[in-house]
Nanobody, 123 residues
Framework: QVQLVESGGGLVQAGGSLRLSCAAS????????MGWFRRAPGKEREFVAT????????YYADSVKGRFTISRDNAENTVYLQMNSLKPEDTAVYYC????????????????WGQGTQVTVSS
């Protein structure tokens, strides 16, 4: 069982930066691949980024590649999403999630989800 709690969201101007954190409980955190998803108003939840259990592999959606960086600290049971050069279209609720395997972008492959944190980017 893994419980996830996101934090770090807020209001930022276009071009600014935010760092999201996702704190996990449970001894098995380091055995899961972790991912970030987001849901914009009126849209479905979409994949943003994922990282392998060791942190050695990452994969990003094209829309955030080069601007967002996912990382993790297994000693602290935390995964991060550094978001730079934010755009108004990045406005969404951001969720972290845990999966048994790395590399999947499908929501159904993620077993555990956090409650989300709101990110709002003003123009």
């Amino acid at each position: 069982q893994v419980q996830l709690v996101e934090s770090g969201g807020g209001l930022v101007q276009a071009g600014g930066s935010l760092r999201l954190s996702c704190a996990a409980s449970g001894r098995t955190f380091s055995s899961y691949a972790m991912g970030w998803f987001r849901r914009a108003p009126g849209k479905e939840r979409e994949f943003v980024a994922t990282i392998s259990w060791s942190g050695g592999r990452t994969y990003y959606a094209d829309s955030v590649k080069g601007r967002f960086t996912i990382s993790r600290d297994n000693a602290e049971n935390t995964v991060y999403l550094q978001m730079n050069s934010l755009k108004p279209e990045d406005t969404a609720v951001y969720y972290c999630a845990a999966a048994r395997s790395f590399g999947t972008t499908r929501r159904g492959d993620y077993e555990y989800w956090g409650q989300g944190t709101q990110v709002t980017v003003s123009s």
